[in-house]
């Protein structure tokens, strides 16, 4: 008989360890997974006054469901902004897996400079753990508040298009003539036959 080689034993001793491992890691994944996108805009309303709208999305990304779901933003100071509508932090009874929610709020600047904000916090509760869970939402960009903008010219936003898709139109208008010309028929194509 034959004695198997020390690679396909390998081989096999291999795939057997995976296939142990393979439901313990599934049991582990069984949880439910986070997300939160944090969005801002800016909106100048008249001279020295700015509306700052922030938008948290939540995703739950993972095969169960998270319960006692809280989101809180407290890194908006009170020396630079007024809260508007909305309140910085809101809680959900569970969020599914595969759901998401979303909680939106709204500020007026106070003065004028340079915001550095944190990302939100978000604590949930899986049923298989006492502790609390943690997540944070994705940190926003620095934004500068009332911000001395030059005015944009008349035509700019027109000279920036065409010089960013200008050759793609001209490409596709070819193309379209190509197929218009090869489409239509001919006058010659038209005589008494």
């Known amino acids: 008989m034959a004695r198997p080689r020390s690679g396909a034993f390998l081989l096999y001793l291999l795939a057997a360890l995976l296939l142990a491992a393979f439901p ?3 049991a582990s994944s069984d949880v439910p997974f986070l997300v939160a996108h944090k969005k801002v805009s800016l909106t100048r309303l008249k001279s020295g006054v700015e509306r700052v709208s922030v938008s948290i999305d939540l995703y739950n990304e993972g095969f169960s469901t998270a ?3 809280s989101m809180n933003d407290d890194s908006w100071s009170q020396d630079m902004f ?3 509508s909305g309140s910085t932090s809101k ?3 569970r969020l599914d897996a595969g759901s998401s929610a979303s909680h939106s709020f709204v500020f007026e600047s106070k003065a004028k400079g340079m915001f550095h904000g944190s990302p939100a916090v ?4 899986i049923p298989t753990k006492a502790a609390l869970q943690e997540a944070y939402s994705t940190p926003i960009q620095p934004i500068d508040v009332l911000a001395d903008k030059p005015p944009e010219k008349k035509f700019e936003w027109a000279k920036r298009l065409l010089a960013k898709y200008g050759s793609l139109v001209s490409v596709l208008t070819l193309v379209g003539l190509f197929v218009y010309v090869i489409a239509t028929p001919s006058k010659a194509s038209k005589k008494k036959r």
Do not use: G, N, P, Q
Not at 122 to 125: G, L, Q, V
């Open 24 to 26: 313990a890691a599934m």
């Open 67 to 69: 319960y006692d779901v």
């Open 82 to 84: 007024d809260l508007v």
């Open 91 to 93: 809680t959900w009874e």
């Open 122 to 125: 978000i604590k949930f509760r």
